[in-house]
């Protein structure tokens, strides 16, 4: 039996992205952190607001964290979530998709928006808790992820004193519900402190103009709830929109895992043959290869779609980009685009562009030889 070759030639287009992704990675990773970006970081010009309306609904219902460290071991959490707005054969829906096999926390808030928008104005409030409850265990998530980076820590200023108020309440809600040692009185207590503190934190952080705002990441679930939840009341959602949540016409999206959730749509939409322009909202900046994929589609006139996304963050995450197979087509492209971010060998100068050979024995002049040869060209340029 033949024994398989050392460093083999890798021949599919997928294989051969990972490896180039891979490299990329390694030159993004600077003292152990992940904080290049091999591609410069892009947003979009314009976004209305009804697409920034669509990319805070991504970052919504997106799940954070398992509810058990079992859980957790089963990614049962998004990492990303893309959400789309298509019609098809005169049917309006919202297309779902995650980074994952399938979403998680879109199939908890999403039913639960659709519930708050069909309830009469004094059931709202009993639908709003429950969809509260999701966004304060996100935030819990976010600290507990951000904490262990020091990023909490206390400048000493009044800046900052009401969002570590609200911090602490957050974490003791949430470790004494997971120990189901809080009584019904007792979470109703906790929770209205953490929706009263985290506006008051919002106005503080407006007020004092923090531009800084990684202490204040843990206000991004409930601020995103805020304005999905007073968008469909105020009907500045959209009214499209606002009749496929109370419809329920979501369509989540299957698929690979590391298949990003922003390429599970694009995807879909070319399996579809649709046409026409597409905003995609995003939890989180797409990733290089992803941007590279929708530019590729944007120029490809036969497809007929035009893409948009609020923008990339220019990095890649290295093996971690599964190519969904409608979008294989444009890998040739992706391939020479991501390679000409590599370094190359450096080649070695030649001593001669003509002669390649080396210099041999039969080729030598004698000393003199080549005093003459010197002094006749000498002369000859004299003339
Ligand atoms: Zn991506």
Known sequence: MEEPMEGIEETSISGKLKKILKEILRMEISNGRHTKA???????????????????????ITKEEGESEEEESKEARDICVAVCQVEVDGKKKLL???????????????????????????????????????????????IQRTSGENRWKNTGSIKGKKINELKKEIISYSRRVKNKSLIDKQKKESLEKIFKWSLDSSEEMKRENISDSSNWELLVPIDDLNIIINAIKDRSLGQELIEIIKIGDFKYIMGKKDEHAEMKIVNWLLEKGQKGKYYIGISKLTCSPCWAVIENINKDESKGLLLNARGTHGATYGENWEIPANIEEYGESLIDVFESKLPHEKPKESTSEVQITGVTQSDLFTAKELAGQTYASTSAARK
């Open 38 to 60: 091999v591609f410069k970081p892009k947003r979009s010009d314009i976004i209305r607001k009804k697409e920034k309306y669509l990319d805070s609904l991504a970052r919504l």
């Open 96 to 142: 779902i998709a995650n980074n994952l096999e399938e979403p998680k926390g879109p199939k908890e808030f999403l039913p639960l928006l659709q519930k708050f928008a069909n309830a009469e104005v004094e059931n709202q409030s009993k639908v709003f808790t429950r969809l509260f409850e999701l966004s304060v265990n996100n935030s819990f998530a976010i």
